[in-house]
Structures are given as structure tokens and as C-alpha cells.
T-cell receptor, first 111, second 112 residues
Framework: TQLLEQSPQFLSIQEGENLTVYCNSS?????LQWYRQEPGEGPVLLVT?????EVKKLKRLTFQFGDARKDSSLHITAAQPGDTGLYLC???????????FGTGTRLKVLA | SAVISQKPSRDICQRGTSLTIQCQVD?????MFWYRQQPGQSLTLIAT?????????ESGFVIDKFPISRPNLTFSTLTVSNMSPEDSSIYLC?????????FGPGTRLTVL
């Protein structure tokens, strides 16, 4: 069974602080996605990383795919209350269309 | 892109009854999926809804409990049958458009 473990599970920080969320697996994925979900809504895609070692930036968010394509990280610089939400990574296994979702990280940014 | 709507948005049901959740996509898509999510937790894939054929279920989910229909490329339904309190959860529909998976807002189900 493929598992994607995210850490930390919960994170509460002050506005302006930096944070990193990790997504780890023993399996190799052909691509990995990060989502943010707010209460009462479905997850919204933030980014897709495909190449081992790839780094993508989305304003204050930096995403990295591990060289071996087994892990990923999300770094947020100068967090804002609007960043509050549930962050989910999801890995796609080669040859399938099924995404395996990580365990989730619940982030709360206090003003 | 794809915009997905689900009906109902929430429901409270009695034990032993069944509920059918509808999922509508605003464009034709090849792949549609159904997930279950406990509040504040991650998503578990229930099944892939296949157009014109039986759905493909993940381990732990069976057709008798979660029958799925997919009559065309824009619509799917998930039925939660013979419900028990353990079925209380959020049920999410998603569709794959290109390389991007889009999600509906979810259906919050409470079984008493």
C-alpha cells in the first residue's frame, strides 16, 4: 500500500513567520501535486511537480520535488492569515490516473 | 479547466436508508472519481467512475455499498446504501481535465 506521510500534522504560527511542510513516501511517483482546502470546499490545486529535483515558486510558496521523486516540500515565506487551510500532497503513480493523497497538514496563521 | 457542482451539499439521514449524490461537470471529461474525507483529514479514493462500464473500486469499497453511475462524460452519481453512522463523512467528486484534478465542493453526510 502506497502511503504519503505529511509532517507536521498541525501547525499554528504567527503572521510573518516562515514554515515548511513535508510530504514523504517510500514509493516513486511520476508527478506530485499540492492542494489547499478550506472548510466547506473541495481541494484546490496549487502546483504540479514532475521532474526530480524540480523547484517551483508561486508567489510566497516554494515547492520542491525530491531527486528520487519520493518526497516533496512546501515552503511558505511570511505566512499570512489567508494561508490558513488544510494542505494536501497527492502523488500519481506511473501508468495510472489515480492520485494517492497525503495525510494532510492543517495550518493556522494568526494575525 | 472544469467547474464541478454536487448535490446535495449536505444531508442528515437515518440509519438503514440510502442517499444518492450527484456530480455535474461543466465540460466533458474522461476521468471522474469519488472520494471520502473525514472532516479535517485527508482524502480516500472510493472508486473511479467509468463512462459506459462498471466503476473501478478501491480496496475496502464495494459496489453493493457504493453503487456508482456514469451515464455520460459530464455526470456521475454515488449512492451510499444502507447507511450507518460510520458512513458519516464528506463525499467529494473530482474530474481530471488534462493533468489537473478538479474537485467539487463536497457533500457532508451525517447518519443518525
Amino acid at each position: 500500500t502506497q502511503l504519503l506521510e505529511q509532517s507536521p500534522q498541525f501547525l499554528s504560527i504567527q503572521e510573518g513567520e516562515n514554515l515548511t511542510v513535508y510530504c514523504n513516501s517510500s514509493s516513486v511517483f511520476s508527478s506530485l501535486q499540492w492542494y489547499r482546502q478550506e472548510p466547506g470546499e473541495g481541494p484546490v490545486l496549487l502546483v504540479t511537480v514532475v521532474t526530480g529535483g524540480e523547484v517551483k515558486k508561486l508567489k510566497r510558496l516554494t515547492f520542491q520535488f525530491g531527486d528520487a521523486r519520493k518526497d516533496s516540500s512546501l515552503h511558505i515565506t511570511a505566512a499570512q492569515p489567508g494561508d490558513t487551510g488544510l494542505y494536501l500532497c497527492a502523488g500519481l503513480t506511473s501508468g495510472t490516473y489515480k492520485y494517492i493523497f497525503g495525510t494532510g497538514t492543517r495550518l493556522k496563521v494568526l494575525a | 479547466s472544469a467547474v464541478i457542482s454536487q448535490k446535495p451539499s449536505r444531508d442528515i439521514c437515518q440509519r438503514g436508508t440510502s442517499l444518492t449524490i450527484q456530480c455535474q461537470v461543466d465540460s466533458q471529461v474522461t476521468m471522474m472519481f469519488w472520494y471520502r474525507q473525514q472532516p479535517g483529514q485527508s482524502l480516500t479514493l472510493i472508486a473511479t467512475a467509468n463512462q459506459g462500464s462498471e466503476a473501478t473500486y478501491e480496496s475496502g469499497f464495494v459496489i453493493d455499498k457504493f453503487p456508482i453511475s456514469r451515464p455520460n462524460l459530464t455526470f456521475s452519481t454515488l449512492t451510499v446504501s444502507n447507511m450507518s453512522p460510520e458512513d458519516s463523512s464528506i463525499y467529494l467528486c473530482s474530474a481530471l481535465a488534462g493533468d489537473t484534478q478538479y474537485f467539487g465542493p463536497g457533500t457532508r453526510l451525517t447518519v443518525l
